[in-house]
């Protein structure tokens, strides 16, 4: 039962961290003369993506057998699996609801005052044909990087720890595309209101100090709810009757991209739909790079059956997303079917763990 409230404590303090780090990330950007988009795919990103990183470096330096040191790999994995399932599931399901509140505030009102979606809600594109091609190109970027990655856990060589610095590179190059594109590729709306600092509540524009102090204060406490939400979620997995193997595959890549996922809940309830995809485009990119470097350079980076169908799937939703992006028929819709993809990962892991 302690485990319980633990893990419920933990998922509240992530979710009001959460909502104080965006709050603080944004005048972050502002102060860093960075474009709004910028904040989601790099400041909030960079952030959120840091704790799985520091856990990866961990495990693959500090791993006293091979095994130990494979856990590093398969948070690799995980990440970006989640990313791509689930956090843009739960946004498409939190976008779904966004829309039907409004239309019904809209109906109540009784006035064309109140802005609402065009008809077909569930059926409208999220954003521009110009919005879609900025999602697009983000998974362009994610998709071949990524099945690189996949290819290099099949095979074996004896250069192959170089190759993460190859990752690191690339990383590099994304990061420096969006600090300087992204003002250029910025769109109008709402998404430019900067609210209130929390630290700062009562100033129109707050110190400096107050920004970095809250977005680090933050940062720590996610970090910290975090570890202690996985810990929590490793105890209760066997205790309702699921292995080991199961849990850290299935429920733990799930609460270490949860920091991703409530900032996109917390960007989408702020009306701010564009920072929150970015949120989650952004820490895939980090996720496909920055441990997948660590990896290559301190394990054997070989993946097993389990491994590879979790990459198989990665793929396989990035391609569906990246379809209907192009094609400007990303809804609410068929943005939250992509959990379905993390539920086919789940059934396919049947016949692998048994």
């Given amino acids: 039962m302690l485990n319980v409230l633990l893990l419920i404590a933990c998922a509240v303090a992530i979710y009001f961290s959460c909502e104080w780090f965006v709050n603080a990330v944004e005048w972050l950007g502002e102060r860093l ?3 709004k988009m910028a904040v989601g795919t790099i400041l909030a990103a960079f952030g959120t993506a840091l704790p799985e990183s520091v856990v990866t ?3 693959v330096t500090t791993g006293d057998t091979e095994e130990a040191r494979n856990i590093g790999v398969g948070a690799a994995m995980g990440g970006p699996l989640a990313l791509a399932t689930v956090a843009y599931g739960v946004s498409g399901v939190v976008l779904l609801l966004h ?3 409004r239309r019904a505030a809209v109906m109540v009102a009784g006035s064309g005052a109140v802005e609402a979606d065009p008809p077909g809600g569930s059926a409208q594109a999220l ?3 110009r919005d ?3 999602l697009a190109k983000d998974q362009q970027w994610f998709l071949p990087i990524f099945i690189v990655k996949v290819g290099l856990g099949l095979v074996a060589f004896a250069f192959k720890p170089v190759l993460g610095l190859v990752f690191f590179a690339a990383y590099a190059v994304y990061f420096w595309r969006e600090i300087r594109g992204g003002h250029d590729e910025d769109g109008e709306g ?5 609210e209130p600092l929390k630290f700062q509540p009562k100033a129109a524009s707050p110190a400096t100090w107050a920004v970095i102090a809250q977005t680090l204060a933050t940062l720590v406490v996610i970090f910290f709810a975090s570890r202690l939400f996985v810990n929590q979620l490793e105890i209760i ?3 309702i009757g699921l292995s080991a193997s199961v849990t850290a595959l299935l429920l733990s890549p799930i609460a270490t991209e949860l920091p991703e996922t409530m ?3 917390i960007w989408i309830r702020q009306g701010k739909t564009k920072l929150a995809l970015a949120n989650i485009s952004g820490a895939m990119m980090i996720q496909a790079t920055v441990p997948s470097g660590l990896g290559l350079l301190f394990t054997a980076w070989t993946f097993d059956s389990a491994l590879l169908w979790s990459g198989l799937v990665t793929m396989a939703a990035i391609v569906y997303l990246l379809a209907t992006m192009r094609a400007h028929k990303l809804t609410p819709l068929r943005l939250g079917a992509a959990a379905g993809f993390y539920l086919v990962f789940a059934l396919g892991l049947i016949p692998i763990l048994t």
């Avoid at 709402?190 to 900067?194: I, K, N, Q, R, V």
Wanted: hydrophobic share 45%.
């Fill in 33 to 35: 003369n960075v474009g």
């Fill in 57 to 59: 470096l961990v495990a």
């Fill in 99 to 101: 829309r039907r509140k």
């Fill in 127 to 129: 954003g521009t044909a």
């Fill in 132 to 134: 879609m091609a900025r």
């Fill in 190 to 194: 709402d998404e430019l209101e900067l």
């Fill in 237 to 239: 997995g066997p205790m």
């Fill in 263 to 265: 900032n996109a809940i």
